[in-house]
């Protein structure tokens, strides 16, 4: 059975080739139009996985997308609710700048772009919507473990920012979630702004951390209230996220106790390095709050990591040393460049009860280039080349 996983009008768009459970093909559509994280329909992704293999449309049985269109709705007219009337600055694109708007019409975007691709009077096989962090959740079903608990962090998802499963052999179950902002990721991205990096560029501030010294910690531990059941919340007097989203996450609080936010072209400070420190510090110190809590609730001493925040190498280090799991394991595709493979997995595994086929052990799943392919890419630069024995390659 092949399924292709597939999702546009949000960060890393791309698409995975599923068959009988074995990713086949995993693209990321920035590696072509060569945009980080681009949003764009993966069209040249499409090319690849199909066209140049000489696959149609026929070939596939279904489709699947990691997000969850009612859910989706359902989260954003909550949010705008709950949030009333400041929560009617959510709305403009600018707010939500890693997405479009128009995610609330992703299958029938898919549909278009597909048939756009393959031709008007294509026939498309059904498009299942999968809820993002059950998507994300759906790695395990590659992991090296037949037991774990799986821990899915992100920015948002169709209904939380937030959310742990235990998973067994091919079924996986999620066990609870939290509120949509009480988000470790958008609070991540909002310091990172602040200290006038741009989206995405949450690594370096993990790196600058390391840099920085205990100044703020204590004070920037007020952001983030620990509850006993291994829960917590973000504390809405220093952030307005959940009613400004990214075009002012920050409240004038914020500022006045961590400073302003750091102008394009001024140079890293001490207080720059140390309000690093305190972020990092305290989304370590969450996450091991979070995970002991997990810990004690569930006898599985096997972790999987999901979601961008999985991408924060710090402090998933930490996880292994400092709570008892014994083994972490973190998909090479953890982020959303992983959630159309997600989508399809559960839908193989979870939805229809096949048997786990394949383990990942690697993250090549993209496409291979011989020599032929890399000696035509010089010649068309006009390039001299030279191939030489892998032994003197080493040297
Ligand atoms: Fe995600």
Request: include cysteine; charged fraction near 20%.
């Amino acid at each position: 059975m092949r399924i292709l996983g597939i999702v546009t009008r949000t960060h890393d768009s791309g698409l995975v080739l599923l068959e009988s459970g074995v990713p086949k093909l995993i693209l990321e559509e920035e590696r072509f139009n060569r945009v980080k994280h681009s949003r764009k329909f993966p069209f040249r992704s499409l090319k690849a996985a199909f066209n140049d293999r000489g696959l149609s449309l026929a070939d596939v049985e279904l489709i699947t997308t990691p997000w969850h269109m009612r859910s989706l709705w359902r989260m954003m007219f909550g949010a705008v609710r709950d949030g009333f009337p400041a929560s009617l600055s959510l709305l403009p694109p600018s707010a939500r700048p890693t997405q479009s708007t128009l995610i609330v019409t992703m299958p029938m975007g898919l549909r278009w772009g597909l048939l756009w691709h393959f031709g008007i009077k294509s026939k498309l096989p059904k498009i299942v919507q999968v809820r993002h962090h059950d998507a994300h959740a759906a790695t395990i079903f590659v992991s090296p473990f037949e037991q774990a608990t799986v821990l899915v962090m992100d920015g948002y998802g169709d209904e939380t920012a937030q959310s742990a499963y235990i998973g067994t052999g091919n079924r996986v179950e999620r066990v609870s979630q939290t509120q949509i902002f009480d988000s470790l990721c958008m609070l991540y991205t909002a310091v990172t702004q602040h200290l006038g990096f741009r989206l995405f560029e949450e690594g370096t501030v993990m790196a600058l951390a390391a840099t920085g010294d205990e100044t703020y910690a204590k004070k920037f531990r007020e952001l983030v209230h620990f509850k006993a059941d291994g829960d917590f919340s973000i504390n809405r007097d220093f952030i307005s996220y959940h009613t400004h989203g990214l075009n002012r996450p920050l409240k004038k609080r914020f500022v006045e106790a961590f400073g302003p936010r750091r102008e394009k072209g001024e140079p890293l400070s001490a207080r720059h390095r140390d309000l690093a420190y305190a972020l990092q510090h305290t989304v370590e110190e969450t996450i091991l709050h979070v995970v002991r809590a997990l810990s004690k609730r569930h006898k599985s001493r096997n972790l999987c990591l999901v979601g961008g925040v999985a991408l924060n190498c710090v402090a998933n280090a930490r996880i292994l040393s400092d709570t008892d799991y014994h083994s972490v394991w973190v998909p090479p595709c953890a982020s959303d460049s992983g959630a159309p493979l997600g989508s399809a997995l559960w839908h193989y595994h979870q939805t229809l009860g096949n048997p786990r086929t394949y383990q990942m052990t690697h993250a090549f799943h993209g496409l291979g280039y011989g020599d032929a392919e890399i000696g035509d890419a010089f010649r068309q630069a006009g390039l001299a080349h030279k191939r030489l024995p892998e032994p003197e390659l080493i040297q």
